[in-house]
């Protein structure tokens, strides 16, 4: 199947069809159902080409396309790797899900302003596939900065003091780290490295000591304040006055993922796991990470609002991944990679359940949750898998990437993630356990009523994908095999 | 005729513009003669520039007469660029006032708006175009002059307390320069600025040199609102007429930047200073300064137009930082800015005057949810406003990048930091309009209004279109950009 002009035609293909589908959606805005269809076709379209371009990459293609020499030194241009693929084809596939579950939702609550919201996130898909396939880290660092732009009017939503606070807190947080660190971080490495592409085993060996590397490691990692690294995460429960599909596109899909992306891709395609781990500049970010994931963990705890909890547990979950790619080992990077898929698809299931319960029942705490398991089953089989999953129990999707981390850190002699790795998965327990039992054994106060059908619909399929992914493992591993090739 | 009286005609036109736009007295004629004239300066101006790409540099002698006695106007990369952004501005301006102007002027005085629009034109290209040191003084007066009373018709009588302060600051800036020229013409017995900068190793003692330097950077600095000079800036864009505004603030600071370059590396080097403080050292604290406090300033602004006055203050903080970081990236960044923030200002005030024809109001708490009513205005407004920030595929995040590169080839890694630390500032300033325009229900006075005028968006939409454009195909801007800091740093060995 692969072809040369083929791929470029279907890479172009994965940042038109988003575009045409928000230009659609603005003209179609007095006429809801043609929106809808709208954005209902654009995610079925660009879920087509990914797939094809999936194809092609695990054939050994890497298709490439050149979109503009903005300035010397400085190009747009797209080069899918297998990293960048895995994030592409998790993003384009939630990318259904997620439509169809916001159609649910918006219209199961009444929301205002639908056409602003559809049209914020064909935007938003747009960056998060030009971000996945982005070539060099010009190319990476616009489409991140539109992502964060375009993410703003959906976490402002609302429109009330409480949500306008929080996305002021979110832009600052995310623009603010992104100029400050992120911008100089990519002109160093630029003028150090004299190129911005990515190329497989970096392009920093020799180039910098090891003082000089842990700073622009540094800088990236806090610059690329999506993946919210302590201290730089409270932005992430300060989102959560969002809608619920905006959470679940933040929390799963686009935002925070791009985040991490942004830190494995820099790990592996500028700095090279060889040169990082020759230089142990990357041991410190091991501590940071690990620090992050049991403090977060220790919050989701105590945290009773559901959504405040789920966005704690995100925290932690993506210092999972940024934990491994500071242990820069193949196995690492493997899990890692693996992880981001599963937490995306995890994570998607329990906020779309979130969203569930708070439709039908309007409910938002923990301690409203009894007996909620019999009312909403379907939901509460949802959430329950993608709980599992977010412990690591198999059969979940959430036990490959967590084993194989697990597997690098003691291979490293690492006592300290493996440490953070079995702790947390104990208080990952601990947290999620609870409203298990809650739901499913404390008596019920209602009559059966479910969610409506396309909310329902969206998180049972992203529930069984949770699983399938631990029983079919095959393309992200695959793919997350082939990352340090390039 | 281009070809060989072209640095002359470019001055020429506009100001024959003023003058029968003066006579003719009926405002649409007026505005026709001036929207002529303007045109053909900038057809002039491009030609100009096209002969400098081929031949270096073109040089004219007024009357025939050789520099040491005549006038000599000399066009290379550096302000042959200045010429062409200042008459494309005039023309988009001009295209934008007609509409704008008659519901803000009463209409006996609308043809001595344009006039007076004109002659300031004139002024400006002409300190851009010459090449003797006494010239400028002419034209820097021609255009201030002429700007006091654009600023007088502004619609607020407060416009009148903000002319005078402008006249009061703008004469002792005058003043200073003429002096600063005039010990240079003491120590060297010439008017020439090629000339002077002959005779200069001549000059036994640096002091007359110093203290020439001294005048003519303060002169120029008052003009070109550098922090803490800055105090007449804010007023006279806030209240003179929104036309007015669009023009000034697109290029009268942006010429007496260009001045400011010419003198520091082609006269006086950016080495010379007082003591061990070079001028390099003063302008890049005042130039930080300037990005932290008048952004800062710009943050608490209800006024639109104090708002984005403020942020003029602080992006030509940007491009006097640019200048003193003097290495071949900076002066490029620098001179990206000087286009780049033209072209988005002028975007922004466009955008302001539009609001204020249709809501009449400028002030930020009445104007909520106006991107509902009028979705092109708030749009351009916020292109022009993510251009300020520098968000990339904007062209503000390629003069950026350009004076990051240049700041960290210097060896000031800290000033790379600080670029983008008060680039968060305009997050700042720039997210407190846009919360107000776009994610707020329209308020009584918003509801009911219309769009702009078809040709009041047009020249808006060309603007913020060429802010995404150089943002994302930077190619032709860096290189006009890149000559002229190479022509200014090889300017004086």
């Given at each position: 199947m692969s072809m040369g002009l083929g791929d470029s035609v279907w890479l172009a293909l994965a940042l038109i069809i988003p575009a045409v589908t928000l230009l659609a959606i603005l003209l179609l805005g007095r006429r809801p159902n043609l929106r809808e269809a709208a954005t209902l076709s654009g995610a079925i379209l660009l879920f087509i080409t990914v797939a094809q371009l999936l194809v092609d990459v695990l054939a050994g293609a890497r298709p490439e396309l050149h979109l503009a020499s903005v300035a010397p030194g400085l190009t747009l241009a797209l080069r899918i790797d297998p990293l960048g693929m895995l994030f592409g084809v998790v993003a384009a596939t939630l990318w259904v899900a997620n439509s169809v579950y916001s159609i649910g939702y918006m219209r199961g609550n009444d929301e205002p302003r639908q056409t602003m919201f559809y049209a914020c996130f064909a935007i938003a898909i747009f960056s998060t596939m030009g971000l996945a396939f982005a070539g060099n880290?010009?190319?990476?660092?616009?489409?991140?900065?539109?992502?964060?732009?375009?993410?703003?009017?959906?976490?402002?939503?609302?429109?009330?003091?409480?949500?306008?606070?929080?996305?002021?807190?979110?832009?600052?947080?995310?623009?603010?780290?992104?100029?400050?660190?992120?911008?100089?971080?990519?002109?160093?490495?630029?003028?150090?490295?004299?190129?911005?592409?990515?190329?497989?085993?970096?392009?920093?060996?020799?180039?910098?000591?090891?003082?000089?590397?842990?700073?622009?490691?540094?800088?990236?990692?806090?610059?690329?304040?999506?993946?919210?690294?302590?201290?730089?995460?409270?932005?992430?429960?300060?989102?959560?006055?969002?809608?619920?599909?905006?959470?679940?596109?933040?929390?799963?899909?686009?935002?925070?993922?791009?985040?991490?992306?942004t830190i494995l891709k820099v790990v592996v395609s500028i700095f090279g796991i060889e040169t990082l781990s020759k230089t142990g500049s990357a041991d410190w970010l091991v501590y940071v990470a690990g620090f992050t994931i049991i403090a977060a963990s220790v919050v989701a705890l105590r945290a009773d609002d559901l959504k405040r909890r789920l966005a704690y547990s995100t925290i932690g979950q993506?210092?999972?991944?940024?934990?491994?790619?500071?242990?820069?080992?193949?196995?690492?990077?493997?899990?890692?990679?693996?992880?981001?898929?599963?937490?995306?698809?995890?994570?998607?299931?329990?906020?779309?359940?979130?969203?569930?319960?708070?439709?039908?029942e309007h409910v938002t705490k923990v301690s409203q949750m009894n007996g909620i398991g019999r009312r909403m089953p379907w939901t509460m089989a949802a959430f329950a898998i993608g709980a599992l999953s977010m412990i690591g129990l198999p059969p979940t999707a959430g036990f490959l990437g967590k084993w194989f981390m697990l597997g690098a850190a003691s291979s490293a002699a690492n006592w300290f993630a493996v440490g953070v790795i079995v702790v947390s998965t104990v208080l990952n327990a601990a947290y999620f356990l609870p409203i298990l039992t809650a739901a499913y054994l404390k008596p019920a106060n209602g009559p059966v009523k479910e969610a409506p059908l396309a909310m329902v619909v969206a998180l049972s399929a992203t529930a069984l994908g949770t699983v399938m992914l631990f029983f079919f493992p095959e393309v992200p591993f695959r793919l997350a095999s082939a990352i340090l090739g390039g | 005729m281009i070809a060989v009286h072209g640095p002359v005609l470019v001055v020429i036109l506009p100001l024959f513009g003023a003058l029968v736009a003066a006579l003719v007295r009926r405002p649409l004629l007026a505005w026709a003669v001036s929207l002529i004239a303007a045109i053909g300066s900038f057809v002039v101006a491009v030609a100009l520039l096209v002969q400098v790409r081929a031949e270096g540099v073109v040089s004219y002698r007024i009357g025939g007469w050789a520099p040491e006695i005549?006038?000599?106007?000399?066009?290379?990369?550096?302000?042959?660029?200045?010429?062409?952004?200042?008459?494309?501005?005039?023309?988009?301006?001009?295209?934008?006032?007609?509409?704008?102007?008659?519901?803000?002027?009463?209409?006996?005085?609308?043809?001595?708006?344009?006039?007076?629009?004109?002659?300031?034109?004139?002024?400006?290209?002409?300190?851009?175009?010459?090449?003797?040191?006494?010239?400028?003084?002419?034209?820097?007066?021609?255009?201030?002059?002429?700007?006091?009373?654009?600023?007088a018709l502004g619609r607020d009588r407060r416009a009148l307390v903000a002319a005078y302060q402008y006249l009061i600051v703008g004469t002792i800036g005058a003043t200073f320069y003429v002096i600063g020229v005039g010990l240079l013409y003491l120590a060297t017995g010439t008017l020439n600025l090629g000339l002077i900068v002959e005779r200069l190793p001549e000059i036994a003692s640096p002091r007359a040199l110093i203290a020439a330097e001294a005048f003519i950077v303060v002169g120029?600095?008052?003009?070109?609102?550098?922090?803490?000079?800055?105090?007449?800036?804010?007023?006279?864009?806030?209240?003179?007429?929104?036309?007015?505004?669009?023009?000034?603030?697109?290029?009268?600071?942006?010429?007496?930047?260009?001045?400011?370059?010419?003198?520091?590396?082609?006269?006086?080097?950016?080495h010379l200073g007082i003591?061990?403080?070079?001028?390099?050292?003063?302008?890049?604290?005042?130039?930080?300064?300037?990005?932290?406090?008048?952004?800062?300033?710009?943050?608490?602004?209800?006024?639109?137009?104090?708002?984005?006055?403020?942020?003029?203050?602080?992006?030509?903080?940007?491009?006097?930082?640019?200048l003193a970081l003097a290495n071949q990236s900076g002066i490029t960044g620098a001179f990206l800015h000087i286009v780049n923030h033209a072209l988005m200002k002028g975007a922004a005030f466009m955008a302001v005057g539009a609001i204020i024809y249709r809501s009449g109001t400028c002030k930020l708490d009445e104007l909520s949810g106006i991107g509902r009513t009028m979705p092109v205005t708030a749009a351009a407004l916020t292109i022009a406003g993510l251009g300020l920030i520098g968000v990339p595929g904007t062209s503000g995040f390629i003069s950026k990048y350009y004076l990051v590169l240049g700041a960290f080839e210097a060896g000031?890694?800290?000033?790379?930091?600080?670029?983008?630390?008060?680039?968060?500032?305009?997050?700042?300033?720039?997210?407190?309009?846009?919360?107000?325009?776009?994610?707020?229900?329209?308020?009584?006075?918003?509801?009911?209004?219309?769009?702009?005028?078809?040709?009041?968006?047009?020249?808006?939409?060309?603007?913020?279109?060429?802010?995404?454009?150089?943002?994302?195909?930077?190619?032709?801007?860096?290189?006009?950009?890149?000559?002229?800091?190479?022509?200014?740093?090889g300017a004086r060995p």
């Open positions: 880290l010009f190319t990476l660092f616009v489409f991140y900065e539109i992502l964060s732009l375009s993410t703003y009017p959906l976490v402002t939503h609302k429109q009330n003091p409480a949500a306008m606070k929080a996305g002021r807190v979110y832009l600052i947080t995310l623009i603010g780290a992104s100029m400050i660190l992120l911008l100089p971080a990519i002109i160093w490495t630029g003028l150090v490295a004299g190129t911005l592409d990515f190329k497989a085993g970096g392009i920093l060996d020799g180039k910098l000591g090891p003082v000089a590397l842990s700073i622009l490691l540094a800088m990236f990692v806090f610059g690329a304040a999506k993946a919210a690294v302590m201290p730089l995460h409270r932005w992430l429960p300060a989102a959560m006055v969002a809608p619920t599909p905006v959470s679940a596109l933040l929390h799963a899909v686009a935002v925070v993922k791009a985040g991490v992306f993506l210092s999972y991944i940024v934990m491994a790619a500071a242990l820069v080992s193949p196995l690492a990077v493997l899990g890692a990679a693996l992880h981001i898929a599963a937490h995306a698809i995890s994570k998607i299931t329990l906020f779309f359940a979130a969203g569930s319960i708070y439709t039908a | 005549g006038i000599e106007y000399r066009v290379d990369a550096v302000n042959g660029l200045i010429l062409v952004l200042v008459t494309a501005i005039a023309v988009l301006t001009l295209v934008y006032a007609r509409r704008s102007v008659l519901s803000e002027i009463i209409p006996e005085r609308i043809a001595w708006f344009y006039a007076m629009l004109m002659l300031c034109l004139t002024g400006l290209l002409g300190m851009a175009v010459t090449g003797d040191a006494f010239n400028v003084f002419v034209f820097l007066e021609i255009s201030s002059l002429s700007t006091y009373v654009l600023i120029i600095a008052l003009k070109l609102a550098l922090f803490p000079l800055h105090a007449w800036l804010p007023n006279a864009y806030a209240y003179a007429p929104s036309s007015a505004t669009v023009f000034l603030a697109s290029t009268a600071t942006k010429v007496a930047v260009y001045l400011l370059a010419r003198y520091i590396f082609g006269v006086f080097g950016v003591g061990s403080v070079a001028i390099a050292s003063v302008l890049i604290v005042l130039s930080l300064a300037a990005m932290f406090i008048a952004s800062a300033a710009a943050v608490f602004q209800n006024d639109i137009k104090r708002l984005l006055a403020f942020s003029s203050v602080a992006q030509v903080g940007y491009i006097t930082l640019g000031f890694w800290w000033v790379a930091l600080l670029i983008v630390a008060s680039s968060v500032i305009a997050v700042l300033y720039v997210g407190r309009m846009m919360e107000v325009i776009w994610f707020r229900e329209p308020n009584q006075r918003c509801r009911g209004l219309g769009e702009a005028p078809a040709e009041m968006l047009a020249p808006m939409v060309v603007l913020a279109g060429m802010t995404i454009w150089f943002g994302l195909d930077a190619e032709l801007p860096a290189s006009l950009a890149g000559a002229a800091a190479h022509v200014l740093l």
